[in-house]
Nanobody, 116 residues
């Protein structure tokens, strides 16, 4: 079955960096775009970044442009989110997402907390 599993979250000081990973299985990874979302307490889940099948096209939310980079390794069935210059407002649970044959698949999420 389709699974996506996030890892790499944690506590980091403002201005710091983290790299999130999402390991995917159960589908042909290189045939699907992949996305990272996040959800802060009391807020709706928001789209952070999208990457195309081969990784050649990426899009970002305005709030993270220039600070976050999404990438993928199709040989490892893994998508990454490199987060630099982190701010307290980046604090959220980060989710990996795949839409496979019309169904949304989500991981359990990984907590990112930016605080001094």
């Amino acid at each position: 079955q389709v699974q996506v599993v996030e890892s790499g979250g944690g506590l980091v000081q403002p201005g710091g960096s983290l790299r999130l990973s999402c390991a995917a299985s159960g589908f042909t990874f290189n045939r699907y775009a992949m996305r990272w979302y996040r959800q802060a307490p009391g807020k709706e889940r928001e789209l952070v970044a999208t990457i195309s099948l081969g990784g050649g096209a990426t899009t970002y939310a305005d709030s993270v442009k220039g600070r976050f980079t999404i990438s993928r390794d199709n040989a490892k069935n893994t998508v990454y989110l490199q987060m630099n210059s982190l701010k307290p407002e980046d604090t959220a649970v980060y989710y990996c997402n795949a839409v496979v044959r019309g169904y949304n698949y989500w991981g359990q999420g990984t907590q990112v907390t930016v605080s001094s």
